[in-house]
């Protein structure tokens, strides 16, 4: 079975600062992975995903997500954050061979101070 | 509109009893799922669904019981035997035509008191 884990609980930043959130996971196969952010008192959303192709993922937002194959990762990244990026955001991963099953990293929790 | 629709909102349950929630989809979505979110632990999966009439269990299935009786309809009854109920609950539903991407209702809160 897959599992996810994402390094960070908690990031506390500044304004413009930049922001990477690692996410790992574990399983043999080949993968489908996600992004999405939870902001405050709101739904789910997808951030961005990757299926296959250019491992570099460009999402909304700003974001970005890099997948290096051989380090099982898929990090999060923005160059330069703001205010209304605080909220939690969660890695997740599903087996290309069975996308019946979606598994999610713990979350990280991100505060943007103004 | 299109979308996943959860309800209630907010619900309060006394020990004891039983309690179901709904989830909607008019997305024509195959599958659906029922995630559990809590602090920390992120989302757990606890049953989904991947055609009408089938359903499976997920990692935290026990004290829960769903059916999937319509495309469209994938309720969640929270049952006596869940030993900690409280929590935000997730129905979500995939679209496999998007190299399966999900996506998610607006949760619903259980308070047991």
């Known amino acids: 079975a897959q599992s996810v884990s994402q390094h960070n609980h908690h990031v506390i930043l500044s304004e413009a600062a930049s922001l990477e959130l690692g996410c790992n996971y574990s399983y043999g196969g080949t993968v489908n992975l996600f992004w999405y952010v939870q902001y405050p008192g709101q739904h789910l959303q997808l951030l961005l995903k990757?299926?296959?192709?250019?491992?570099l993922v460009k999402g909304i937002k700003g974001f970005e997500a890099e997948f290096i194959k051989s380090k099982f990762s898929f990090n999060l990244r923005k160059p330069s954050v703001q205010w209304s990026d605080t909220a939690e955001y969660f890695c997740a991963v599903t087996p290309k061979a069975a996308g019946n099953k979606l598994t999610f990293g713990g979350g990280t929790r991100v505060l943007v101070k103004p | 509109d299109g979308g996943i629709t959860q309800s209630p909102k907010y619900l309060f349950r006394k020990e004891g009893q039983n309690v179901t929630l709904s989830c909607e989809q008019n997305l024509n979505h195959d599958a659906m799922y029922w995630y559990r979110q809590d602090p920390g632990q992120g989302l757990r999966l606890i049953y989904y669904?991947?055609?009408?009439?089938?359903?499976q269990k997920g990692d935290i299935a026990e004290g829960y019981s769903v059916s999937r009786e319509k495309k469209e309809s994938f309720p969640l009854t929270v049952t006596s035997a869940q030993k900690n109920p409280t929590a935000f609950y997730l129905c979500?539903?995939?679209?496999?035509?998007?190299?399966?991407?999900?996506?998610f209702g607006e949760g619903s809160w259980l308070t047991v008191v």
């Open positions: 990757y299926f296959s192709g250019d491992p």
């Open positions: 979500a539903s995939r679209d496999s035509h998007s190299g399966n991407t999900i996506y």
């Open positions: 669904s991947q055609i009408v009439n089938d359903f």
